[in-house]
Each structure stands twice: as C-alpha cells, then as structure tokens.
C-alpha cells in the first residue's frame, strides 16, 4: 500500500466536537474488538486521559492545532506482537467510524491520514522488531 500524501489540517472544515465524536467513537468500536480489546485494555490505564490525548492528537492532524504532546512510534514499538492484520483491523474500524459520521470530508481527510499514521506506525515496528526483513506493507483496508 503506497503512502498517501496527508492533506493539509484546516480547522475550518470540523470542529472540536466532531473530531471529539470520532475518537469516542472509534474507541468503542476498537475496545469491543476481539483482536485489538485486549492490547487497549492491557495498555490503557486511564481511559479519560487516552481520549485527551487522541482527541488532542486528531485535532492536530485534522484541524492543525498544537495541543497534542507526544511520541505515537516508541508507544507503538515498544508494544509485543504486534501484526500487520492488527493495524489493518485498527484501519478498517477507523474508516467504519469515519463513514457512520456521515461527514464525507472529514471522512476523506480523516482516513487519509490514518491511512499515512498506520503504514508508518507498521513499517517502524518491523523495523524496530525484524530489522534484517524486508517489510510488508499492509493491504488496502476498506470501511
């Protein structure tokens, strides 16, 4: 899967309670999850400050603001056995929750850059993790 260029953040297109509903709700969706539940709940120790945190992150991303403080890459890295099927599942439920916004530009720029944030999240744990491999891309993840 190519990496897509990130559109530019534009705090006019959504607002705080948008980007909000769509952390909350991805969320809910990724902690009911077989596969990805149980990384969550074993890593998140405080889920109020998790949703500051990645409503913060995703306001940065889609609406430019500079609240957002931290590293994604060592979290993400430092996590044990992680697959490419888990950051494909994580896509796929980012992008069913971008859809059932019914938001169609905060759906495109939105899985634009999740798209972009997952690729390069992989690609670092496996290099991270299996430096003498090759790494695999992920495939092509639909809502």
Same mark, same amino acid.
């Given at each position: 899967?190519?990496?897509?260029?990130?559109?530019?953040?534009?705090p006019s297109l959504y607002s705080e309670e948008q980007v909000a509903q769509l952390v909350h709700n991805f969320y809910a969706k990724a902690r009911k999850d077989p596969g990805l539940g149980p990384i969550f709940?074993? %890593?998140v120790a405080d889920w109020d400050a998790h949703f500051v945190q990645m409503t913060n992150f995703w306001s940065a991303q889609l609406r430019g603001t500079s609240r957002f403080r931290g590293a994604p890459m060592p979290k993400h890295i430092a996590l044990p056995e992680l697959t490419a099927e888990l950051f494909e599942r994580w896509l796929q439920l980012f992008k069913q929750t971008t859809k059932e916004l019914d938001n169609p530009g905060?759906?495109? %720029?939105a899985d634009t850059v999740a798209t972009f944030i997952a690729g390069r999240l992989w690609?670092?744990?496996?290099?991270?993790?299996?430096?003498?491999?090759t790494p695999i891309e992920l495939k092509a993840v639909t809502a």
């Open positions: 899967m190519n990496q897509p260029a990130i559109p530019t953040a534009d709940e074993e %890593h905060l759906q495109q %720029h690609q670092g744990y496996q290099m991270t993790h299996n430096p003498e491999k």
